[in-house]
């Protein structure tokens, strides 16, 4: 089973377009988008609808409850115009998106739980970085019962390991995707994950799962120009360049 991870799209659908045409290109079973599709850039209603028709799992990011949010209160403050221009019928659909998504496999000497949130299995807004106390992030598999958590949110990919302290033993996995729309680890390419187990996957070992990073260019200064010659702050369009 291989399955492509997208997230934290943020509206940047040129981005999504070409990591879309990259994850075809790929002998890949199933994909799923951990969340925060709007905010930051100008396309997030073709970003929506490009998801619903094909029809990939989403998640409700922290950014996706801000747009529906500022749409109950009918905000028309400046720094909310990202999300002002979210159509009636996109919001609707982000207003009834999950916080989580769970998947089970068999494998070969147990049945493992693969977790994906946006930001962790405790809220959206909840950064699970790569340097967290391991005592304090294995405790969030045990309390979970997830062996592998697939997250987003702080747009910034890492596959890390760690020993179950449990008596059972093995080993948990956490995978940061990155961001399709908007990357934050210098590397303004998108970024997504492909996730490969296997029916014999041991997870009494380390290498028990394949994780692959996959780096997609873009046509990053048109989509910055366009930030610039619209209501947004051109700060967005230099964060683009920069990937930070």
Not at 27 to 53: F, H, M, S
Not at 114 to 139: A, C, Q
Not at 156 to 180: C, E, Q, T, W
Request: glycine share 4%.
């Amino acid at each position: 089973m291989r399955i492509a991870i997208i997230s934290d799209i943020h509206a940047n659908f040129p981005a999504l377009e070409e990591t879309l045409k990259s994850i075809e290109q790929q002998n890949i079973d199933a994909v799923y988008c951990l969340g925060d599709l709007v905010g930051y850039n100008l396309w997030p209603n073709e970003v929506i609808n490009e998801i619903r028709k094909r029809h990939i799992p989403t998640l409700e990011g922290n950014h996706d409850v801000k747009a529906v949010d500022i749409h109950s209160m009918a905000s028309k403050d400046s720094d909310s115009y990202a999300y002002q221009i979210v159509g009636k019928e996109q919001i609707e659909y982000l207003s009834t998106l999950p916080a989580h998504i769970k998947l089970e496999y068999q494998v070969i000497n147990k049945l493992i739980m693969i977790l994906m949130v946006h930001g962790s299995p405790y809220s959206n807004r909840e950064y699970l970085l790569e340097d967290k106390d391991e005592k304090d992030f294995t405790d969030i598999f045990l309390d979970s019962g997830a062996d592998v958590i697939l997250c987003g949110h702080s747009h910034k990919p890492y596959h890390r390991v760690m020993k179950n302290p449990d008596k059972l033993g093995g080993y948990f996995h956490a995978i940061n995707v990155g961001s399709v729309g908007k990357p934050k680890d210098g590397n303004p390419k998108c970024c997504y994950a492909v996730i490969t187990i296997n029916k014999d996957s041991d997870f009494s070992k380390k290498e028990s799962i394949e994780v692959e990073f996959v780096r997609v260019a873009y046509d990053i200064e048109k989509v910055a120009k366009a930030i610039e010659d619209s209501e947004l702050p051109n700060s967005y369009a230099q964060m683009l360049r920069e990937a930070y």
